[in-house]
Each structure stands twice: as C-alpha cells, then as structure tokens.
C-alpha cells in the first residue's frame, strides 16, 4: 500500500518554479523515494529517486529532509508541458519490491 | 532512460473472448515487471509482480485465473484477459524495473470490451 500523502491538486505559473511536497512519515530505512509522472492517458515517466540525500538531473530536483518524513520535488521551471499527475512513491531498493501509487498531486502550469 | 515497448496500445474486444498484451524492455534485461490497472480519473492499482522464470504473485483481490501473466524470458512479459467482460475495460499499463531498481512504464493499453 502507498505510504505516502500529497496534496491532490496545485497551480504553478510558467516559468516559474513548482515545488511538489511529499510526506512519508513512516518510510523505513532502507526505503527510497521515487518520483513519477503520468501525463493524460500515457504511462508514467521516471523523474528522479533518492535515499537520503538530494538529488538533482536534468528533470528535477529532489530535496529529502533530515528526517527523510518528507521531500520535495522542485521542477526549476515549469513548462505547460509539465501539466501532469506527479506520484511520490516509497520503496525499498531490491529489485522485486512492488512500486504502490497513492493519490498523487494533479500540477496544473497555467499560461 | 531505458524503453518499455506494450503492445497493443488500444483494443476492442467481444465479451466473453480473451485478449493478450505484451511488455517488452527494448535495452534492458528485467528479472521483474509490473503489471497495473487504471480506471479513469483513479490511480495505478497495481495487479501483479511478474518474476522471470517463475509464477507471478498477484495483489490481494485480483484474479490469478482471469488475468494470467507469463514472463517467460527476460524481456518479455504478457498479460492475457480471460473471458472478459465489460467491467474489464481498463487503462493496463506494464512497467519492468531497471538496473537501478528504477522502474520504467510502457504506453499502456487501453482495453474496451463490448
């Protein structure tokens, strides 16, 4: 079962950053945090994962707390085409550990 | 990243007749894939762990004899609907988890059963 809480819906202007919170109060710690998206009626997409340090691609960024119960996904600048389901996901880091989708946050990029 | 190809992207089918749908990883060797299920405006739920070479485990509440998975090589898993009905009409998506215990989607299918 997902472990983890997003707010359901948020607006960020274009160009302008977004930042995605995610709590996971309860996440173990051999646990990741995997960040995902699903645009309309297409698979999801791999954004980014991290253990306890931030991690930063070509993508996103991802700022993990000290007490990991929580992370933000930051998106530097928001494009329309960043108007997606984004999905905070915890697991563990072996290969056969099921990935469990929550609620997600619905992230709208307005003009 | 990496590539996972499913096949096909959208099927209509008869009640009662069965439909197959395929994963593939195009660059990668996957010991483990996914398969989830999505109604509209809903989650991903998923279905069932996809081992290589070994039976699937399927979630709590899900149909090992209607929804039956093969994942008879390590880059191929298939997902085949038994007598389906209209109430199997979904959005399938698969995903098949990569080198870093990344894992990646394919373009999910969307099954309408008439």
């Known amino acids: 079962d997902a472990k983890t809480t997003q707010p359901p819906s948020m607006d960020c202007a274009e160009g302008r950053a977004a930042n995605l919170p995610c709590n996971h109060s309860t996440i173990s710690g051999n646990e990741y945090v995997y960040w995902y998206r699903q645009i309309h009626s297409q698979g999801p997409q791999y954004i980014i994962h991290?253990?306890?340090n931030n991690e930063t691609n070509e993508m996103a960024s991802l700022i993990i707390t000290e007490d990991r119960k929580s992370s933000t996904l930051i998106l530097p600048h928001a494009t329309l085409r960043d108007t997606a389901v984004y999905y905070c996901i915890v697991r563990a880091g072996n290969t056969g550990n099921q990935f469990y989708f929550g609620t997600g946050t619905s992230l709208t990029v307005i003009p | 990243g990496a590539v996972v190809s499913q096949h096909p992207s959208r099927v209509i089918c008869k009640s009662g007749t069965s439909v197959k749908i395929e994963c593939r990883s195009l660059d990668f060797q996957a010991t483990t894939m996914f398969w989830y299920r999505q109604f509209p405006k809903q989650s991903l739920m998923l279905m069932a762990t996809s081992n290589e070479g070994s039976k699937a485990t399927y979630e709590q509440g899900v149909e090992k004899d209607k929804f039956l998975i093969n994942h008879a090589s390590l880059t191929l898993s298939t997902l085949t609907v038994t007598s389906a009905h209209p109430e199997d009409s979904s959005f399938y998506i698969c995903?098949?988890?990569?080198?870093?215990?990344?894992?990646?989607f394919g373009q999910g299918t969307r099954l309408t059963v008439v």
């Open positions: 991290g253990l306890k």
């Open positions: 995903s098949a988890v990569g080198q870093l215990n990344e894992a990646f």
